[in-house]
């Protein structure tokens, strides 16, 4: 237990320098503008279709169980509010931050972790390129910059699922939904849950290069690599965002 322990903790440091690195690295200027749009692409454009599909969905499911237990209580009107609210604060973000560590978080491992054991990251070292710089950074920066475009558009499909099923499921008057939701829903609601996707995506991508970048054992370690930074993305994501929560909207 106690060396389990230790290790938990030796990779939490490391984890934390290289974050560190990486945001260092960013305010003194190590950034490579063509590489930031490039990884905004893969992680940002090519998850928007799972994504809002997967929003879509939940906001339909949501709004089915929602809206049969409220109409019975005879608060049908409330739906609308009360979608908007979840998928602003809590919802929307979750699923972006869940799309974006099960598909971006395993490539970036996999990419990295596969450079790692072919020792290219080596030659990069050797050539004087610092790993950070090239690697790193760019990822980071593209995680924190698309995963807020992922939670709007996936608030709004959420929300709009969630309207149609309440509409023409649950028989809620379109115009309550659509008031109640205009008068519940805060600003600071919208914005809250935007930070916290920032935050997911800078967690997800410094875990996912870490990973990638300590891969050892060849094609086993990446696979391990691989799954390990999906697990670890996700369960960190799940801690942050109860505290997140309770700070933000308690």
Known sequence: MGEKTIEVLEELGKITQLGWETISGIFRGRVNPRLVL??????GYESFPLALAASAFVGMVFAVQVATEFVKFGAGKYVGGVMAIAMARELGPALAGVVVAAR????????????????????????GSNPVRYLVI??????????PLLTIAADLVGFLGGYVV????GQINPVEYMETARTLLKL??????????IVFGMLISIIACYRGL????????VGEATTSSV????ITMFIVNYFLSIAFFK
């Open 38 to 43: 490039e990884q905004m692409v893969k992680v």
């Open 104 to 127: 971006v978080a395993a490539a970036i491992a996999a990419e990295l972790g596969t450079m790692e054991v072919t020792e290219q990251i080596d030659a990069l070292k050797a050539l």
């Open 138 to 147: 760019p990822r980071f920066i593209a995680c924190s910059a698309m995963m």
């Open 166 to 169: 309440s509409i023409y499921v």
């Open 188 to 197: 600071w609601d919208v914005f809250g849950g935007l930070i916290k996707t």
């Open 214 to 221: 300590s891969t050892k054992g060849g094609a086993k370690g």
């Open 231 to 234: 697990v670890t993305s996700l």
